[in-house]
């Protein structure tokens, strides 16, 4: 998406947030209205923990490669939260992401906030660990996801209706996921052309993971 505006680069700058709203789905569906039964506050917090039980959370999972793509989605969860205000100050990113990642999950906030649109919709994935490093005991994984965008939808955030001139459709992400003390953090997310998962026209940057530590 975007793609017919912004290169590659910026594309890891900014795409992510107008499209997703998976997490304020999930909001939407977990939060219940609990204020008529016998002994509640109408008042009391409904707040959604992004470790909600109808996700799975990562660091309940005992297979490594299992939970490092359940800590991707949550990232994109996290991210969807975030845009669908859009938040560039979201207090559960720094729960999800670090360095790189968090950054760009901040600058996508930040630049939807500034173009007044906000996401509708949901991602759709197919991620996989394609290399986990150290062999002896890994921690550093690597993410690739054929991500469809077909149902993310920009929209004005005032108006609500869609913004003209947005591309939709498959594209390949990469991420790199870590575990560190107890905790799976995504720490990087380059996103790639639109079709470049489908045979389309792909670069050649790849992560620089740090395969040293």
């Known amino acids: 998406m975007y793609s017919h505006r912004i290169s590659e680069h ?3 700058q900014r795409h992510l947030v107008f499209l997703l709203a998976l997490g304020a789905l ?3 569906s977990a939060c219940t209205d609990t ?3 016998p002994g509640n506050d109408a008042g009391a917090d409904t707040t959604v923990d992004i470790t909600s039980e109808a996700l799975p959370v990562p660091e309940e999972i005992e297979e490594p490669r299992e939970a490092a793509v359940a800590a991707y989605e949550r990232y994109w969860r996290t991210v969807a939260e ?3 205000v859009p938040d560039p100050n979201y207090g559960s990113l720094v729960q999800v992401a670090s360095g790189a990642a968090l950054e760009t999950a901040r600058s996508l906030a930040q630049d ?7 996401a509708t919709g949901a991602p759709s994935h197919t991620a996989e660990v394609t290399e986990a490093y150290p062999e002896s005991n890994p921690y550093h994984f690597v993410i690739e996801d054929c991500m469809d965008s077909t149902e993310w939808i920009v929209v004005d955030a005032e108006t609500g209706e ?3 001139g947005e ?3 498959t594209r390949e992400v990469e991420a790199l996921v870590e575990h560190i003390d ?3 953090i995504v720490s990087e997310v380059v996103l790639r052309e639109l079709g470049t998962c489908l045979g389309g026209p792909r670069s050649d940057r790849r992560l620089p993971l740090g395969r040293g530590s």
Request: proline content about 4%; hydrophobic content about 30%.
């Open 26 to 28: 999930a909001l939407t």
């Open 10 to 12: 910026s594309i890891a």
């Open 182 to 184: 107890d905790r799976w």
């Open 162 to 164: 869609p913004v003209e």
């Open 167 to 169: 591309e939709y459709g």
């Open 35 to 37: 204020s008529s039964e």
């Open 112 to 118: 939807a906030l500034d173009a007044g649109e906000r």
């Open 82 to 84: 975030s845009g669908e």
